[in-house]
């Protein structure tokens, strides 16, 4: 009963309206009828044009991958093919040769390959880096030339390992027979992993969208391990993707595949269309459609939105002089993401909505204050906590040495007393001074010379030293005790414990626009657990009794304060084999690069 009285009363208020009025409710009502069919049709065909734009998208991506990996195995074949035509190398006597030959393809293809080797039949091996294979040798090199004496000839290549010369790499095969189908030994190669990834991973990957290889025995080869769009196992570094994952990739079938992993829908295209027969997987968050398709929605409703404004305008203009002003200020409030960028609203009202924004502004000047001197004092802060790191003797250090001198000057031993206190002197000289930040790289290594000294007098011939440093970044710029701490950890934890002659071997060389210096010693060495808690926190440890308690964490602090996260130490260290520690610094020639390098620090 009630419904009927209602719909006779809209039905007689109906008929009372003037024409303006029905005639704005029957073009409103039919308007937005039409509009909302011709939009819900055109919604559904450009879901359907977007999901096939993205397939097609990830065939081409998956295209122009495995076009660069037949690519890549025709250079890594060509080179292959250039070293095996040369058989009279993988016959004896003619060893400098070999060893050229390999240098030279090695240095003119770095980026494609990390490791070359020249394989005799007899077992003789000859490397692009000889002397590191001579130290560290090639456990997979056996198997590498047993894969090439067998079979059929032609090109072969292994699954991914990892080798101290190469890092994780694939290698590449070549056997090489006579003219009466003697064996006569292989041309490897070993790859560099990392090159494929810098040239795959950038183009390919992005947020919601990434790209796997995989080899035949279904072992990752090239991924981002910077992705939250791949599983990754627990506790491994450098970070892995989970088994399963892979074993799901490897059940999909070529072409386009839809599955679910663990909370994440996934769209995949999968080929083994490549020479190498790897499967490549460009794998996208399903969200990224389902997103787009709320954007169409969305978009959607803004249309409709403004359909409806533009008959109710005249109420729009009322209530805007009200509304918007608070809107302003939630849209200004919402926009302070960064405190670096605090703005005021500019609002000429007496009235509650002007107090309102006066009081904002009021608001954000405090805070940017407050802002500014935090910074003020903890730059402050961190200045003050380098001088007392730089400006720290070790006791102990000074107490040998010149225990040291006072034992040689009874034994009558006056020249090494003269020299041991110049080295002293020009140690200290060099520690104290406080006038410069910043030291060429060669004053770095003159004061590493006197401290190597003074060692030597107190333990003689039991380690020596030896320096390969390029000539272009002898005046490069490095922070003041760089080396020493590390020189010093070598001698202390790995020398003087090792039994027979230790050996430091310091690096340097110009990589684009980092210097890179190596420290390399063959004493004890140390477990994989051991040596990554060495660049943990100096807040967290306690400092060592060495010459200036800066120790390695220092260092490693030090640079990255001043030149930031990319730079800084590297290590790596087997037992009983040795120790590497890696330091990268920025080029730095002159003194304007220091004030810039001040000047990010702040």
């Not at 003119?108 to 040798?137: E, H, M, P």
């Not at 590449?172 to 810098?198: C, D, H, T, W």
Request: proline fraction near 3%; include cysteine.
């Amino acid at each position: 009963m009630r419904q009927m009285l209602n719909k006779k009363y809209f039905v007689k208020s109906y008929r009372n309206y003037g024409i303006a009025t029905k005639q704005f409710l029957l073009l409103f009502v039919l308007t937005v009828t039409i509009f909302m069919m011709i939009s819900w049709n055109n919604i559904g065909i450009s879901k359907k044009s977007f999901e096939t734009k993205m397939m097609e998208d990830s065939k081409l991506m998956i295209m122009r991958t495995n076009t660069f990996l037949d690519m890549y195995l025709e250079n890594i074949t060509n080179i292959l093919l250039l070293i095996s035509a040369q058989k009279e190398l993988f016959e004896n006597g003619i060893s400098t040769e070999a060893q050229n030959v390999l240098l030279h393809y090695g240095e003119t293809n770095s980026q494609l390959i990390k490791t070359l080797y020249l394989v005799r039949a007899d077992g003789q091996v000859f490397s692009s880096k000889q002397v590191l294979y001579d130290i560290y040798g090639n456990r997979m090199l056996p198997k590498l030339n047993e894969m090439g004496s067998q079979g059929v000839n032609g090109l072969k290549w292994s699954e991914p390992y990892e080798t101290a010369l190469s890092d994780r790499t694939v290698a590449f095969v070549f056997p090489v027979r006579s003219k009466a189908n003697k064996y006569l030994g292989a041309a490897i190669a070993e790859i560099s992993l990392e090159y494929l990834n810098q040239k795959i991973i950038p183009v390919v990957s992005s947020r919601g969208q990434t790209i796997t290889l995989s080899s035949l025995a279904n072992e990752p080869i090239v991924y981002d391990p910077q992705s939250d769009l791949l599983p990754y196992a627990k506790g491994i570094f450098p970070p892995k993707i989970q088994g399963d994952f892979i074993t799901t990739l490897e059940q999909m079938s070529d072409g386009i595949n839809r599955t679910e992993f663990g909370a994440q829908n996934f769209i995949v295209a999968n080929s083994k269309g490549n020479n190498l027969g790897w499967r490549a997987s460009f794998i996208m968050n399903e969200n990224i459609l389902n997103t787009n398709v709320s954007k169409l929605y969305h978009n959607f409703e803004v249309t409709a939105l403004l359909w409806i404004i533009v008959f109710l305008f005249g109420s729009f203009l009322i209530s805007y002089y009200f509304t918007n002003p608070i809107r302003k200020l939630v849209l200004k409030m919402n926009a302070v993401t960064k405190y670096g960028r605090l703005s005021h609203i500019e609002m000429n009202r007496e009235d509650e909505i002007g107090q309102l924004a006066r009081s904002y502004n009021s608001m954000m000047d405090r805070i940017h204050i407050l802002i500014h001197e935090m910074k003020e004092v903890e730059v402050q802060k961190k200045e003050y906590e380098l001088k007392m790191l730089q400006s720290q003797i070790g006791p102990h250090f000074l107490y040998n040495t010149l225990a040291c001198i006072g034992s040689l000057a009874k034994q009558g031993r006056n020249t090494e007393v003269r020299d041991t206190v110049r080295s002293l002197v020009n140690l200290l000289s060099y520690s104290f001074d406080k006038k410069y930040e910043y030291i060429a790289l060669e004053e770095e290594i003159a004061a590493l010379n006197s401290y190597m000294n003074i060692q030597k007098v107190r333990y003689g011939d039991t380690f020596t030293c030896h320096f390969d440093i390029s000539p272009e970044i002898m005046t490069c710029k490095v922070l003041k005790l760089t080396l020493q701490p590390i020189v010093e950890n070598a001698i202390f934890h790995g020398l003087l414990s090792k039994k027979g002659t230790g050996r430091i071997d310091i690096r340097g060389r110009r990589v684009n626009n980092t210097v890179r210096l190596y420290v390399c010693d063959n004493g004890i060495g140390m477990e994989k657990e051991q040596y990554s808690k060495l660049l943990i926190s100096s807040r967290d440890r306690k400092l060592q009794d060495r010459f200036n308690s800066i120790g390695i964490i220092n260092v490693h602090e030090r640079i990255q304060i001043y030149f930031g996260k990319p730079y800084g130490l590297h290590i790596v260290s087997r037992p009983n084999r040795g120790t590497i520690v890696r330091i990268d610094v920025p080029i730095m020639e002159d003194d304007h690069e220091e004030e810039e390098s001040v000047i990010r620090r702040i």
